[in-house]
């Protein structure tokens, strides 16, 4: 295992302080327990947003703490859900008066330490679960879909109603919308390397591929042959639009997601290719998005998201936000 790391074991510690001290003017991080807050504080009788999950799927979702986002995130070990301790303290931190929403992805360990979490929480609260992945409807991992980099377009969307006055039922609202009219499907080239573990989280040949892959390394729907890339995108994004049910004539957000390993030029090639199925079916992309946002450490291999957009999606997809992954 080649990494830039030190003790496998003080990863997570040693990067939330260079993350911390690197966006200094954007977060501040808390320890014992471990959870990252905006550094200044949001205004009062804001909804409080928080995220979290384990870490090693960088920027998500410390990187997605600022305005416009987050109020605050949970960083778990790696690949590890965050502790009930950690989400209950973040809420404390940063509750304004206005209810904490919880954005949980749907993995077992979140939703059961997210659900401990609110029931020691006092006050206002409520819970959006993100499950966009098309390729499984259950595994040892989740009771359901998965939520995946589908979970960063939930954050922007209700980020950006929260910040513009929204109140708490019409945030979870919006988001369980975002998340009904959000899927997303991935597909990894090379296994990931969890540092404590040292080793490939799942072997796979060099002529394979892992179709519908989850962003743990956990497997998809099947393993197949390695493919061009077009023929990769018209496969995910025929699981996608066929699960979407989107109408022709509709426009949609495209989002390409790097697991971490994959160079931005593939990215941008990926985005060409699935850009055109979409157009195919008569889906024009609205708003787009490129880049590592939902990682899997160093995995080779993207996601595609594909989210319907209406009037009040665009406005608040276009609303400010700086965040230290997304800036504009």
């Known amino acids: 295992m080649k990494k830039l ?6 990863v997570l510690h040693e990067a939330l302080a ?12 808390h320890g014992e327990p471990v959870f990252v807050t905006r550094a200044t504080p949001a205004r009062p009788g804001k909804v409080a947003l928080i995220s979290g999950g384990g870490s090693g799927h960088e920027p998500m979702h410390a990187g997605f703490v600022g305005l416009g986002m987050l109020d ?24 304004q008066g206005g209810g ?4 949980v992805k749907n993995y077992a360990g979140d939703v059961m330490n997210f659900e401990m979490a609110a029931e020691m929480l006092e006050g206002a609260q409520a819970t959006v679960l993100t499950n966009d992945d098309v390729a499984v409807e259950d595994s040892t991992y989740t009771t359901g879909r998965r939520g995946v980099a589908g979970t960063v377009i939930v954050e922007k969307i209700v980020g950006a109603a929260a910040e513009a006055g929204a109140d708490l039922s019409a ?11 959000t899927r997303s499907m991935g597909v990894a080239l090379t296994s990931c390397t969890v540092p404590e573990a040292g080793r490939p989280t799942f072997e796979i040949g060099a002529a394979e591929m892992e179709m519908g892959v989850g962003i743990h390394g956990e497997p998809g729907r099947k393993r197949v042959p390695l493919m061009p890339a077009g023929e990769i995108a018209a ?5 996608i639009a066929n699960d979407l049910g989107a109408a022709a004539g509709s426009e949609v957000l495209l989002l390409v997601n ?13 985005y060409d290719a699935a850009r055109r199925q979409l157009a195919e079916r008569g889906l024009e992309v609205a708003r787009s998005l490129v880049g590592n946002y939902c990682t899997s450490l160093d995995m080779a291999g993207c996601s595609l998201t ?13 609303a400010p936000v700086h965040t230290a992954a997304l800036r504009w």
């Open 306 to 318: 594909v989210t319907v957009l209406d009037d009040e999606l665009r406005r608040h997809w276009d």
């Open 258 to 270: 790097g697991f971490g390993g994959t160079p931005a030029m593939e990215l941008y090639l990926m």
């Open 72 to 95: 605050a995130a949970c960083p778990g070990q790696v690949f590890t859900s965050p502790t009930p301790d950690q989400m209950l303290a973040a809420a404390q931190a940063v509750e």
């Open 100 to 103: 904490v929403l919880f954005i």
């Open 18 to 29: 260079g993350f911390g001290a690197a966006h200094a003017d954007l977060v501040t991080v």
């Open 5 to 10: 790391i030190n003790q496998p074991g003080q």
């Open 235 to 239: 496969e995910m994004i025929a699981a």
């Open 171 to 181: 945030c979870q609202a919006l988001g369980e919308r975002v998340n009904r009219q």
